[in-house]
């Protein structure tokens, strides 16, 4: 649990488990204190975000639709749009209560709006299409994992209404109009004291996975490669990690990949703390989830470079693409 005097900064406070009740072991010194899960990412700031990229003139803001609550679904399309440039695709908070994950994209974003030298570079050859905020309607209802209708969205990929599930249907609608070449859904975990990725769970994407998140590595100390769902799960079946051995394709990095056959990668951030560099004070951080967010146009500065024969044609169900059912590998 973090806590706030001022709605801005944010410390750990210590907690305790009984089983049944979560008890905060804290003695305010102000009559006035905010708590929470992490460090709240508000609608306010999130429309800021999009007053920010509305300004610059590489960004262009659409709404994909509306959601059952009546909010748009935005769609942030940075860099121009070129039948021959990569389409890049980060989708974030599909689970709202993983507030982490926007103050992720907002670093993204202002990495890619800064224009600085490798920013320019990447948009030279790439578009970069990204939904800041997948569930608008848990995130301003409160709910942890949840829309408006009570559906996790990260389990309706393979099937999604149109009715019940509004942001997984319209952003499925324009990756199909779009195409995809590489794909990232920014999560939290409660429970695993690292950042990590999954995904690349194909044979034949696999080594691009492992070398994506090495070059992640090397570009922020805060990310790390040795432990992941697998690993720290190892003596024990994981629900989210390669060794479960069937394809979820109702999970949006399994059906990215799947259909569009490309790198789809999932990201994680702690809840707690990054045990290798940990902060007592803060723990994990927004301002350590915004500058992971900044750092990661490096690896996907480096994989683009690379793309082309990675991925020769970003069509769905295209006849020269890799077929998926002769791959035996254990998948998400």
Not at 38 to 63: D, G, V, W
Request: aromatic letters at 10%.
């Amino acid at each position: 649990m973090v806590a706030s005097y001022d709605q801005r900064n944010w410390f750990r406070v210590e907690t305790q488990f009984d089983g049944q009740s979560l008890i905060i072991k804290h003695r305010p010194t102000h009559s006035n204190i905010s708590y929470a899960y992490f460090t709240p990412y508000s609608y306010e700031r999130h429309q800021n975000l999009m007053a920010l990229a509305k300004a610059s003139s590489i960004s262009n803001h659409t709404s994909l639709g509306l959601t059952s609550d009546n909010h748009p679904i935005d769609l942030l399309t940075i860099g121009k749009e070129g039948v021959n440039k990569h389409k890049i695709w980060l989708i974030a908070r599909q689970h709202p209560g993983e507030t982490m994950a926007e103050w992720f994209i907002e670093g993204l974003v202002n990495r890619l709006l800064s224009q600085d030298e490798l920013s320019k570079k990447l948009l030279e050859t790439s578009v970069f299409y990204i939904v800041p905020n997948m569930n608008p309607d848990g995130s301003v209802r409160g709910n942890h994992r949840t829309n408006s209708n009570g559906h996790n969205l990260n389990r309706e990929w393979d099937n999604p209404s149109e009715s019940n599930c509004p942001e997984v249907y319209y952003v499925q609608q324009a990756m199909q109009n779009k195409g995809v070449d590489l794909f990232i859904d920014v999560h939290g975990d409660e429970e695993i004291p690292y950042n990590f990725m999954m995904g690349g769970t194909s044979c034949s994407l696999k080594k691009q996975a492992a070398d994506f998140k090495s070059d992640f590595a090397k570009a922020n100390s805060d990310f790390q490669i040795e432990v992941d769902y697998d690993t720290y799960h190892a003596a024990q079946s994981s629900c989210c990690g390669s060794s479960c051995g069937n394809k979820d394709l109702s999970k949006a990095s399994a059906y990215v990949e799947d259909k569009f056959k490309c790198l789809s990668l999932v990201l994680e951030m702690p809840f707690v703390d990054n045990d290798n560099a940990p902060n007592k004070k803060q723990g994990w951080s927004s301002e350590r989830s915004f500058e992971l967010g900044y750092s990661i146009a490096e690896p996907i500065a480096q994989i683009t470079s690379k793309l082309p024969e990675i991925n020769p044609s970003n069509k769905a169900n295209d006849t020269h693409l890799i077929n998926n059912k002769s791959d035996k590998c254990a998948v998400l």
